[in-house]
């Protein structure tokens, strides 16, 4: 059965813009996109799902590049003993002790509530970053089961391998992101498997030399590359290198390999990093949140490299954090024109659909013919003009300044958001089980 958005605005997520068009969709994929005469010739078949598009503006699915969904019932926690005055201490008192906490129902809600937000926001597909090391075998299914089956997004999984939690669990780590990599199925667009490690500085040699011999030919990983300066220090006292070097020296610096933050590379480091194809992703406000560093964009952008956008797990609103890219460069440079909208556009809208396309295996983040079928409506009528040559704008100092949410989702052409409600998930009754779930967790945080 075809879906049809029809008489919405529409932004195609490159430059092409139709004040009033209607998308046809079928078999999980954008068939055409009509708008003029060919529009007002094309009769909506009786038996097609019909969307109004009055009033919406329709753009390309959005991405979170490198989020953490098992952080969403993080959310109001107060803890105790919350002092810390470095990056490992955050972790330390904040993130480690609750992974710690999660058992497999919290985890699942996690995904869920995360997923559920991700999809409020435009987003359509998630690359995760998985941990909950007292909870490790079988997470990932049901994160992925969570993400693909149960809120209807698309999504890259991966387990956090660390040796912080010792060594039982750092093997358990390894066995399950094997497991799960050995499920990939590469005709599903749905889903995909990396082999997820937490950053250099929690990993010894040995632990790297074991996902070196038996990650699968052609996979990636996921990592923190240099969030905080003590990655970089700890890698030069322990192991006598530099990050991307020492990644590089196990083979593991990939064309699908996903290196998040990557705030204190040095010169030579990005010029590896360019050599190798690998994604770089960049969470502005997490780095902001923690006060860890700003993001060399130019530095990165001027060698070519692929440079995501993610939350790091800090909300799901990728147009706000698109806004915050832009703001942060501003103020960091003293220059008001630097991160100008040429780049932010590139980041979110060619290169974010780049990476979840090469790891997915569908043609992302365009409203064309042949792509697939990712769409977010926003319910967005502007008091000023709106045309190909400023969407940017409208996205960044209207639908992100003012917070707007999607009135439909569309994901391989079913949907998941329809007239602002869930269509696959009861949203009051599992935000009440979230709300349980999270005063539980809470309480099992030492
Ligand atoms: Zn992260």
Redesign the pocket.
């Known amino acids: 059965m075809k879906l049809v958005i029809d008489g919405a605005r529409i932004w195609d997520g490159a430059s092409g813009f139709h004040d009033v068009g209607t998308i046809v969709i079928d078999g999980g994929k954008i068939e055409a996109v009509l708008t003029g005469s060919e529009r007002d010739k094309y009769r909506i078949p009786a038996d097609a799902e019909t969307i109004e598009g009055d009033s919406k503006l329709a753009v390309p699915g959005l991405i979170n590049a490198?989020t953490?969904l098992y952080s969403s019932l993080a959310r109001g926690m107060a803890l105790s003993n919350y002092s810390p005055r470095t990056f490992t201490e955050i972790l330390e008192q904040l993130w480690w002790r609750l992974d710690k906490a999660l058992d497999p129902s919290s985890v699942r809600m996690s995904a869920i509530v995360g997923a559920m937000e991700a999809a409020r926001c435009g987003v359509t597909t998630l690359i995760d970053?998985h941990a909950s090391p007292h909870a490790v075998t079988g997470s990932l299914t049901a994160v992925k089961k969570a993400v693909n089956d149960d809120v209807g997004l698309r999504g890259a999984f991966c387990y956090e391998l660390s040796d912080r939690d010792g060594m039982e669990i750092r093997d358990e780590g390894i066995e399950e992101n094997l497991d799960f990599l050995s499920t990939d199925d590469p005709s599903d667009q749905m889903s995909t498997a990396l082999f997820g490690l937490h950053a250099s500085f929690t990993l010894s040699d040995d632990s790297l030399s074991k996902v070196a011999e038996t990650i699968p030919e052609g996979a990636g990983v996921h990592i923190?590359v240099a969030e905080g300066p003590e990655d970089e220090d700890q890698c030069h006292a322990e192991h006598g290198m530099r990050i991307v070097k020492r990644l590089d020296k196990f083979n593991l610096l990939r064309d699908r390999s996903v290196l998040?933050h990557c705030l204190h590379i040095n010169e030579e480091e990005k010029d590896l990093v360019a050599e190798s194809k690998a994604i770089v992703v960049h969470?502005p406000r997490s780095n902001m949140n923690n006060a860890v560093g700003v993001f060399d964009m130019d530095g990165f952008l001027k060698r070519e490299i692929t440079v995501g956008l993610g939350t790091?797990?800090l909300g799901a609103n990728m147009l706000s954090e698109l806004f915050t890219a832009g703001i942060l460069q501003k103020v960091s440079t003293g220059n008001s024109l630097a991160a100008g909208f040429g780049d932010l556009q590139k980041i979110l809208f060619d290169d974010n659909p780049q990476i979840a396309s090469l790891l997915l295996g569908a043609q992302l983040g365009r409203i064309a013919p042949g792509y697939a079928a990712d769409i977010a409506l926003f319910d967005y009528d502007p008091p000023t003009p709106i045309t190909a040559g400023n969407v940017l704008g409208h996205l960044l100092f209207g639908i992100a300044v003012h917070d707007m949410h999607v009135s439909d989702l569309i994901v391989a052409g079913r949907s998941v958001i329809r007239g602002d409600h869930f269509v696959n998930v009861d949203e009051d009754a599992l935000y009440a089980q979230a709300r349980a779930e999270a005063s539980a967790l809470w309480a099992r945080i030492s």
């Open positions: 490198h953490h970053h923190h998040a969470n790091d797990g």
